[in-house]
């Protein structure tokens, strides 16, 4: 009995983090968090506001999404400082993939139709979860998520043009967008671009000179009270207006069967994109501070939130970059602070709502604005310029696709230009002929040694890859290429396989191919340090015994003394004046 209870209870550990966090709870922590939980919820409201209002709701929905998103994760999550709740890429993304499916209903439809999106979301996750699919996220490398990132932000920025020059927005693409806000520059509210640049320009100045300030929620304050004084909305300038500060219904939204058919590319990408997003900020933390992330259990942290979101009217949510980097400058110290950042967002959303229906929706705005602006990712993509062309310009591509395509598929065309990128450099590998240094152990590349001598007769090749489809034929050619250009005739082969974690069905046969070649012209093909699954494949596919037992070498050194002892010592030579041209 003793070990069963012991088994469940690191089930109930691994399945329920926050429960493990609180039984451990270190005191001494409770005041920074606290403390971090007071500033991350002034954060969550404008911006749950502002979010609300991209995706279409109506903005109490946004902070009721951030409330319940921070309560399930801080039950659920792996991480002990990622903040999930509205975020802007969640919500562009939301908007896009609702605007043609709402067909011109109400705001009760598109509140069914988020709640709907969140639910699917949620259920997308939890069966990614339960079938440990957390290295999906390793296909979405750094180059498609910077330039995810700045797709997703140019859009966000697109989407509040209009509302900055005091214009209706119309369009749900980010050309549209734009050509909506350039036709129509003419009718510009003045008094409201000039609010939202002084708002953007505050935002930009707190940022730099009061971080620990929560700049968002000054600018919230402040505009409210200068738009009540001074009775902005009857100058022309649009006010969030009355706010209804009742509570959540809960249940599930009033949907139909074609509209999860419609959803669910939406649903995917989101879910894929949310993960990802995530999974890699929860690492960069759990990295800074010395704990380990469960990269499957952020699946069921995104499940839990999205399904309590979709439960409760709300929209789809995920891991908040912003608030989360606010979190840990406040020394924050575990999900405590999700559990009181969402106490502060209730009872503000419950009790002081009526404060803001003053609020210009130009403040929404230029806090969004500021927000993506700061979520633009420049620099790295001259770092990676620098580093390795091609991975900026696929951080290119993607940002592009996301543009003018949209966000799901932008990023699977630059997962497919990245897995084309992986393949051909797996088709024409990094290869070497291999000699010994004096003094030194081992075999070396006499590419990068002028000292490395070579013995006559005899090549060592080394192939940097694993064996397969792709690269069959290119090791054939190089194997042929080499014994022709040797300036003394070949004798024996000896592949140093070291490298060669893996060989398909077709490398094998390639391999045969090669192997009756070289028996053809009197070359005896050796196989040098290969790894088990090599060897077992080499066994099965019946090509060790044609190739001969004693042909496979457990090291390079192995193989050399054999061939010395077959054909007789020879004098090593120089390997600039025995090496064939470079191979790659």
């Known amino acids: 009995m003793k070990l069963s209870a012991d088994t469940l209870g690191h089930v109930l550990r691994r399945a329920l983090p926050g429960v493990e966090q609180a039984r451990t709870y270190p005191k001494r922590w409770l005041r920074a968090d606290m403390l971090a939980a007071l500033t991350v919820g002034a954060m969550l409201i404008p911006q749950g506001l502002a979010y609300a209002q991209i995706v279409g709701v109506r903005p109490v929905a946004g902070l009721y999404a951030g409330v319940f998103a921070m309560l399930a994760y801080a039950l659920f999550g792996p991480s002990r400082h990622l903040l999930l709740g509205p975020e802007a890429g969640a919500a562009i993304l939301t908007a896009t993939a609702l605007a043609p499916v709402v067909a011109g209903g109400g705001p009760e439809r598109l509140a069914s139709l988020a709640a709907l999106l969140a639910l699917m979301v949620g259920g997308i996750s939890l069966i990614g979860g339960l079938c440990r699919a957390g290295a999906l996220a390793d296909f979405l490398s750094r180059p498609i998520l910077i330039g995810y990132i700045n797709g997703a932000a140019l859009i966000i920025i697109g989407s509040q043009l209009a509302r900055m020059l005091g214009l209706e927005r119309k369009s749900n693409e980010f050309a549209g967008q734009l050509w909506e806000v350039a036709s129509n520059v003419g009718r510009t509210h003045e008094p409201t671009l000039l609010l939202g640049l002084g708002i953007i320009v505050a935002l930009v100045a707190m940022r730099s000179f009061l971080p620990r300030w929560p700049a968002p929620l000054v600018m919230v304050v402040l505009t409210t009270l200068a738009a009540s004084v001074f009775q902005l909305e009857h100058g022309g300038m649009k006010v969030v207006g009355s706010i209804s500060a009742e509570a959540p219904a809960f249940g599930l939204p009033s949907v139909g069967f074609a509209d999860f058919r419609a959803l669910l590319p939406a649903a995917l990408s989101l879910a894929l994109v949310n993960y990802a997003s995530s999974v890699l900020t929860g690492r960069i933390y759990a990295d800074r501070f010395g704990y380990r992330l469960d990269a499957n259990q952020e699946f069921f942290g995104q499940a839990a939130a999205n399904l309590v979101t979709g439960l409760t009217q709300g929209f789809p949510v995920t891991g908040s970059d912003s608030r989360t980097a606010v979190n840990a400058s406040m020394k924050g110290r575990t999900q405590l602070v999700g559990v009181g950042a969402a106490a502060v967002v209730l009872v503000f959303t419950l009790f002081l709502t ?231």
């Open 354 to 584: 009526p404060l803001l229906a003053k609020l210009p929706l130009v403040t929404l705005g230029a806090i969004v604005i500021v927000a993506a602006v700061y979520l633009l990712e420049v620099q790295p993509i001259i770092w990676l310029w620098r580093v390795r062309p091609v991975e900026a310009l696929l951080a290119v591509v993607t940002m592009l696709g996301v543009l003018l395509l949209g966000i799901l598929q932008g990023i699977l065309i630059a997962v497919a230009l990245a897995l084309v990128d992986l393949i051909r450099r797996a088709a024409h590998p990094h290869d070497a002929v291999l000699g010994e240094r004096e003094g030194v152990p081992g075999w070396h590349d006499v590419e990068g040694h002028a000292d490395a001598e070579t013995v006559p007769g005899l090549v060592v090749y080394r192939f940097d890859a694993p064996l397969f489809f792709a690269n069959a034929r290119f090791l054939r050619e190089q194997v042929r290429r080499l014994v022709a250009e040797s300036r003394v005739p070949v004798k024996w082969f000896v592949l140093d396989a070291s490298s060669v974690f893996d060989l398909d069905v077709t490398a094998a046969e390639g391999l045969e191919k090669l192997r009756r070649e070289l028996e053809g012209e009197g070359i005896v093909l050796a196989v040098a340090q290969a790894r088990a699954p090599m060897r077992s494949m080499l066994r099965r596919s019946g090509l060790l015994a044609r190739l001969g037992k004693e042909r496979l070498f457990p090291t390079v050194g192995a193989a050399v003394r054999a061939f010395q002892q077959e054909e007789g010592p020879r004098e090593p030579v120089m390997a600039e004046a025995a090496r064939p041209a470079p191979v790659h």
